[in-house]
């Protein structure tokens, strides 16, 4: 193969974070899959696509949501009981040996809405499990939280689809309270650092007004918070534009009908 034909291979699929903050559209944004999509919920936001009126409204209504054995998201709402991590961990899993005996049952737009929610699960069961719910947890209870993250993101950036998962922002600043800079919110130390080499391409969301209207941006060519794309694509991009034409613009539809 050639440099020039790797976007053009069937079997690379690129892992997309889309991250930034609150009320920025990234949800509503995913939701665009439509029946191309399969979400794993982690943060009970995917509501707001429900009441939305836009070009995009019959899509976001038909798109999957992934749900453990017995019926729920992977939201964690009881903090004692912490029981949704193994089933995410065994969902996952399972996804992905499915998809490697038989890719034609993976969904082409795989998708985790959001990556601080997928955090907060983790972090509950492994509390849970050190006996420490509602206690301060140690040095190797956030080394096994690192351990058992970066194990789920391989395992979901394994899938033979376009993977995107959305997440929050935090501001960095130094000790006079000057913006150092934004970067996706995450715990620790070391993960925050490795977390961005799961991904290809990473764009940050934000919320522009223009006269009485708002756009809804994605945008790799900011200084203020990190970013990235493989592609190149240094131009913003206007959610309203949709899903697709988004990977159209970073030539990641070749192989896929979308």
Partial sequence: MKLADLMKDKKYYPTILLYGPLGTGKTAFITQAGEDGL??????????????????????????????????????????????????????????????????????????????????????????????VGKPMEIQDWGLMFIEIEHFLNTFRSLPCVKIVTGHDMTLEDKQGNLLGRRLLCPGKKLPTDVAGFFDDVFYAIKKKKGPKVEYILTSNTVSAEVRTRTNYKDDFNMDDGLNEFLKCLDYVDGMTL
Avoid: H
Wanted: glycine share 6%; with cysteine; proline share 3%.
């Fill in 39 to 132: 979400i794993l919920d982690f943060d009970r936001g995917l509501k707001t696509g429900i009441g939305m009126k836009d070009q995009f409204s019959d899509k976001r209504r038909v798109v999957d949501i992934a749900v453990t054995s017995d019926g729920e998201d992977f939201y964690e709402d009881d903090q004692t009981k912490a029981t949704k991590w193994p089933k995410a961990q065994s969902y996952i899993q399972n996804l992905s040996n499915k998809c490697r005996q038989d890719p034609s049952a993976c969904p082409r737009i795989a998708c985790i809405d959001t990556f601080t929610g997928l955090v907060k699960t983790c972090r509950a069961n492994i509390q849970k499990r050190s006996g420490k």
